[in-house]
C-alpha cells in the first residue's frame, strides 16, 4: 500500500492549517452519544497546537442531512462543544457540517476552494470518511498542500494488516447495520477474501430478499420479532423466514447468536462492521452484545472491529480495549478491504 506523506514532516509553525476530520458521531436528542471519532482526532490536531499553528480550522460532515429540518438535527454545535471541552485552545475553530453545502458530495472544486481559504496547508485525518470523494476530503486535496493525520495514517497500518497475504485463516467477516445499498457493492468484492461472511441485521433481510453475491454467506435462522418499531414493543423469537405480518425484526435470534459465535471463536482474523439489530435498546441489543463478546474473548485472534455504531456498541458493552483495533472507519475500512485506494488517500502526495 502506498503511503501518503505524513502530517508530521509539515511545518506547521505560524501556519493556518485546514483539517478534514471525521466527526459523524451518534448523537441522541441532540447530544453527542459516543465520542470516540472525537478523541480519535484529537492527536493531530494537538501535534498542529504544540508545533505552533496559527490557527486550526476543522471541518467533517455529520449525518447526511437533507431536508431543512435536519440543518438543526445535524449542526455541528454539540460536537465543537464537545471537542472544545477536550482540547480548550483558541486556535482551534470548527465549521458548520460540511453536507449543508451540497456542493460538498459534488466534490465541488469551487466549494473546496472556500474551504480552504486563507488556509497555508491541508491535513486529511478523516479516515471515516476517505472513501468518499467529497470537496472536503479530495477536491480540496489539490488546493492546498496536503498531509496526512495520524489517526488516517494508523489506520491504514492497522487494517492494512488485513490484506496481508499471510492473513490468518479462517478469516471471518461479520457485516451488518444500515447503509446497506453502500455495503453491498462492497461486499461483492469481499468474499474471495474472507473464509465465512456472517450477515445480519437490515443487511441480512435485503440479502433474503435478493442474494447478488456469488458466494455463499450465512444468514440469520432466527430473529427477534418485534409487533412495531418501539422499544417496549411486543417481541418474540420467530425463524427467520417466518415474520409474522406487520412485524419487524430487530435482531438477530438466540440459535443465530450461537451460530455465528461459534464462527467467530474459531477464527484467526476477524473484521466486524455493523451492528445485528437496535442495539440502542436493550431488548434488541442481544445479538449485537453477542457479537462483541466473541469478538473481544477471541484472544488468539487478530481482530478488528469497524464503523461508528460497531465502536459505539463495543464500547457500551464495555469490550473496547479488547479487540486489536476499532477502527473509525466502516465503509471506509470495508472499502479499504476489497484494496482499493480511497480517493481521500488518493489525494495526498505520496511519502
Ligand atoms: C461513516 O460514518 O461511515 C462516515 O462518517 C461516512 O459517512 P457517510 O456514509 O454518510 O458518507
Ligand atoms: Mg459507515
Not at 225 to 249: I, M, N, Q, R
Not at 289 to 294: D, L, T, V
Request: glycine share 8%.
Amino acid at each position: 500500500m502506498r503511503s501518503p506523506r505524513s502530517v508530521r514532516g509539515a511545518d506547521v509553525a505560524g501556519k493556518r492549517v485546514l483539517v478534514r476530520a471525521d466527526l459523524n458521531v451518534p448523537l441522541d436528542e441532540g447530544r453527542v452519544a459516543d465520542d470516540t471519532r472525537i478523541r480519535a482526532s484529537l492527536p493531530t490536531l494537538q501535534l498542529l497546537l504544540d508545533g505552533g499553528s496559527a490557527e486550526v480550522r476543522v471541518c467533517s460532515h455529520l449525518g447526511r442531512p437533507k431536508t431543512d429540518e435536519d440543518r438543526v438535527k445535524y449542526s455541528m454545535s454539540p460536537v465543537r462543544e464537545r471537542l472544545r471541552e477536550l482540547l480548550p485552545d483558541d486556535r482551534l475553530t470548527v465549521l458548520e457540517n460540511t453536507r449543508f453545502d451540497p456542493r460538498e458530495t459534488k466534490n465541488d472544486p469551487a466549494y473546496a476552494r472556500e474551504l480552504a481559504d486563507g488556509c497555508d496547508l491541508y491535513v486529511n485525518d478523516a479516515f471515516g470518511s476517505a472513501h468518499r470523494a467529497h470537496a472536503s476530503t479530495e477536491a480540496v486535496a489539490h488546493v492546498l498542500p496536503a498531509y496526512a493525520g495520524l489517526l488516517l495514517e494508523r489506520e491504514l497500518e492497522m487494517l492494512g494488516k488485513l490484506l496481508e497475504e499471510d492473513v490468518g485463516r479462517p478469516f471471518v467477516l461479520i457485516s451488518g447495520g444500515a447503509k446497506v445499498e453502500d455495503k453491498l457493492g462492497v461486499l461483492r468484492n469481499l468474499g474471495t477474501r474472507a473464509d465465512v461472511v456472517l450477515i445480519g441485521g437490515k443487511m441480512a433481510e435485503q440479502l433474503r430478499k435478493e442474494n447478488p453475491l456469488d458466494f455463499d454467506v450465512v444468514l440469520p435462522v432466527d430473529q427477534i420479532a418485534a409487533s412495531d418499531f418501539a422499544e417496549d414493543a411486543e417481541t418474540k423469537v420467530t425463524p427467520y423466514d417466518a415474520l409474522p405480518d406487520g412485524w419487524l425484526g430487530l435482531d438477530i435470534g438466540p440459535e443465530t447468536r450461537r451460530r455465528f459465535t461459534a464462527d467467530i471463536a474459531r477464527a484467526a482474523t476477524v473484521f466486524w462492521n455493523g451492528p445485528m439489530g437496535v442495539f440502542e435498546w436493550p431488548r434488541f441489543a442481544e445479538g449485537t452484545r453477542a457479537i462483541a463478546e466473541a469478538v473481544a474473548r477471541n484472544e488468539e485472534a487478530f481482530t478488528v472491529v469497524g464503523g461508528a455504531d460497531s465502536i459505539y456498541a463495543l464500547t457500551e458493552m464495555g469490550f473496547v480495549d479488547r479487540v486489536d483495533w476499532a477502527s473509525t472507519g466502516g465503509g471506509a475500512a470495508l472499502e479499504l478491504l476489497e484494496g482499493k485506494e480511497l480517493p481521500g488517500v488518493a489525494a495526498i502526495p505520496s511519502a
